[in-house]
């Protein structure tokens, strides 16, 4: 239960994250998240991450029953950062990183495989952003993550591939499995990865990072300042509110 991860002899590092019903991550989740995808990058035997979830779903965001459990700001403000932090854990992971994504991917997974390098999607596979506003959230829409990972052309494994004409970065683009092999074939790209020389593999990672025209992480923290003032007017809770008490909210707000 929780983020676990496990690292085979050829250097492939499978981070997975299982937290029943919805893969919904609490604030200590995002920040163990952060700490296990930057020690895997750290580790100089590890060559690829996957990073793969248990479950209907990927990731379905913040764990929206802890957030309004919780009195005060307290908890806004931790999942703000620790999904900042899980987010630029990704990004800045000194080895490629593989998102095998199955089912639902929504709010905060956005982030992260809009973080990675490469996108393995189930054909059951769904991304987005489904609030009625962005204050039903706890941290705002990750609207920079998104149309970054969805300018690359998804493509399936039952073809040839080809590179994405629409991708900035040839590495970030997707490709669409059957959901029984979908974490099978991240890990048969993994291997491709793993078989190569390590000191390039970093180095490409480093370079391509460095070339990037998005720059997520200001993107992020701009859009974290509307869920602020969102939060502070109040619209955020009685949003939040209505989501766990499963009941329609009040669009007149």
Same mark, same amino acid.
Request: hydrophobic share 40%; net charge neutral.
């Given at each position: 239960?929780?983020?676990?991860?496990?690292?085979?002899?050829?250097?492939?590092?499978?981070?997975?994250?299982?937290?029943?019903?919805?893969?919904?991550?609490?604030?200590?989740?995002?920040?163990?998240?952060?700490?296990?995808?930057?020690?895997?990058?750290?580790?100089?035997?590890?060559?690829?991450?996957?990073?793969?979830?248990?479950?209907?779903?990927? $990731?379905?965001?913040?764990?929206?029953?802890?957030?309004?459990?919780?009195?005060?700001?307290?908890?806004?403000?931790?999942? $703000?950062?620790?999904?900042?932090?899980?987010?630029?854990?990704?990004?800045?992971?000194?080895?490629?990183?593989?998102?095998?994504?199955?089912?639902?991917?929504?709010?905060?997974?956005?982030?992260?495989?809009?973080?990675?390098?490469?996108?393995?999607?189930?054909?059951?596979?769904?991304?987005?952003?489904?609030?009625?506003?962005?204050?039903?959230?706890?941290?705002?829409?990750?609207?920079?993550?998104?149309?970054?990972?969805?300018?690359?052309?998804?493509?399936?494994?039952?073809?040839?591939?080809?590179?994405?004409?629409?991708?900035?970065?040839?590495?970030?683009?997707?490709?669409?499995?059957?959901?029984?092999?979908?974490?099978?074939?991240?890990?048969?790209?993994?291997?491709?990865?793993?078989?190569?020389?390590?000191?390039?593999?970093?180095?490409?990672?480093?370079?391509?990072?460095?070339?990037?025209?998005?720059?997520?992480?200001?993107?992020?923290?701009?859009?974290?300042?509307?869920?602020?003032?969102? $939060?502070?007017?109040?619209?955020?809770?009685?949003?939040?509110?209505?989501?766990?008490?499963?009941?329609?909210?009040?669009?007149?707000?």
């Amino acid at each position: 239960m929780g983020i676990s991860h496990t690292i085979d002899d050829d250097g492939i590092a499978e981070v997975v994250m299982d937290n029943p019903p919805v893969n919904a991550l609490t604030v200590a989740g995002w920040f163990e998240l952060a700490d296990t995808m930057s020690a895997l990058g750290h580790d100089p035997t590890v060559r690829v991450v996957v990073l793969r979830a248990e479950g209907r779903g990927f $990731n379905a965001g913040v764990d929206i029953k802890e957030m309004q459990a919780t009195e005060g700001f307290g908890a806004l403000i931790g999942a $703000n950062r620790g999904c900042f932090a899980a987010f630029a854990a990704v990004y800045d992971c000194e080895v490629p990183v593989i998102a095998a994504v199955n089912g639902f991917c929504l709010g905060g997974g956005i982030g992260l495989v809009g973080n990675a390098d490469i996108i393995v999607a189930a054909d059951d596979a769904t991304f987005g952003l489904p609030r009625s506003t962005a204050a039903r959230s706890a941290r705002p829409p990750t609207s920079a993550d998104l149309s970054r990972s969805t300018r690359c052309e998804r493509w399936s494994t039952r073809r040839r591939p080809r590179r994405p004409r629409s991708c900035t970065r040839s590495v970030r683009c997707c490709r669409s499995c059957h959901r029984p092999s979908c974490g099978a074939t991240a890990l048969a790209v993994a291997a491709q990865i793993a078989a190569k020389s390590p000191i390039v593999i970093r180095a490409a990672k480093e370079s391509l990072n460095g070339i990037d025209p998005w720059d997520v992480k200001r993107s992020y923290r701009y859009e974290q300042g509307f869920t602020f003032e969102l $939060n502070l007017s109040g619209v955020a809770d009685e949003h939040r509110d209505a989501f766990v008490a499963k009941r329609d909210t009040d669009t007149s707000t």
